[in-house]
């Protein structure tokens, strides 16, 4: 169990407020999302710049009207999440449950049934913070999450309260190994927001995502195949306003021999599809390729394609 110190006192008031704020019906949530969207596209432009030079160099067939029609809808989306995440203070798991769909559990049941914790490897799509919420009131499993504490100790506080209080459970990114170890008996999805980028100096795998030399974490890489857990991926997507189905992809079986990294590629290649079905729906002012892949491995890179190109 996490401990953390305790709230100051001057903060209860913004906590009041905030809680009060997700009391607020979805109607009048959606007007607040409404007005933010034209605060952050319209008025100050938030990160504009990023979130159009990442959508050119990840879409480069894609004309220019096309995206300056992607550029609104994603600041649509991402003021939604803003407010739905707010929301998720207060909100109670019958209308989560109907707010969420998971259409096909069996891919991730038939190894829980069976006794095996099973690592679920998301991103950050349509509504990614209503997703481990979502699964903890639709499964009979425990949903547990792999997060980065925040600084502050008053949203790291709020956060933990948001996203565990309908029965979710989490735990730091630096106590990863030791939670696999201390419950590797427990049955349970075990959820990674695998699409962050790395430090520099921890990027161990590069591959071509979205027409750009991409860093990715390989934890899911190395967890999965010490401990012989399955893995799988979810996608999100928006059904309409408020609503999201969750869908479930295997990607490793937890038993086969797979070559390194190759878990992380076929996570990569998953994503990359889901996003081009619904691009408007992923966290682009976020600087996903703020690192440049090292001469060397470039290099050798190459070298292995050539090899295989001759088998």
């Known amino acids: 169990m996490m401990m953390h110190k305790p709230l100051e006192k001057r903060y209860y008031p913004f906590w009041w407020l905030l809680t009060g704020f997700s009391r607020l019906p979805f109607p009048v949530l959606y007007l607040f999302s409404d007005f933010l969207f034209l605060l952050l596209y319209r008025v100050f432009g938030y990160r504009k710049k990023v979130v159009r030079q990442n959508l050119e160099r990840s879409f ?5 009207a096309e995206i300056n029609a992607l550029l609104p809808a994603f600041y649509r989306n991402l003021c939604d999440v803003i407010v739905e995440t707010l929301k998720l203070a207060t909100i109670d ?29 998301g991103s950050h799509l349509a509504n990614w913070e209503w997703a481990l919420s979502g699964a903890a009131v639709h499964f009979p499993f425990p949903a547990d999450g792999v997060y980065k504490p925040l600084s502050s100790n008053f949203f790291e506080r709020f956060m933990q309260h948001t996203r565990t209080r309908l029965g979710a459970h989490l735990f730091p990114m630096k106590d990863t ?79 086969s021999t797979v070559t390194e990294f190759e878990i992380t590629e076929r996570y990569a290649q998953i994503l990359e599809r889901w996003i081009r079905e619904n ?33």
């Open 60 to 64: 480069p067939e894609k004309t220019t």
């Open 177 to 255: 190994l030791r939670d696999f170890i201390r419950r590797q008996k427990i049955p349970r999805l075990i959820s990674l927001l695998s699409d962050q980028t790395p430090p520099k100096s921890e990027i161990q795998y590069w591959t071509t995502f979205l027409n750009q030399d991409t860093g990715f974490y390989v934890g899911a890489d190395k967890l999965a195949t010490s401990f012989h857990y399955p893995v799988i991926f979810v996608g999100a997507k928006r059904i309409k306003r408020g609503h999201y189905e969750y869908g479930f992809e295997a990607i490793y079986d937890g038993k």
């Open 279 to 311: 691009p408007a729906d992923y966290l682009w002012s976020h600087r996903r390729w703020k690192h440049k892949k090292p001469d060397q491995v470039q290099k050798t890179a190459s070298v292995i394609g050539m090899k295989k190109g001759r088998g």
């Open 93 to 121: 798991a019958e209308t989560l449950k109907k707010r969420t769909r998971f259409p096909d559990p069996e891919v991730a049941f038939k190894h829980l049934e069976a006794g095996s914790p099973v690592i679920v490897l």
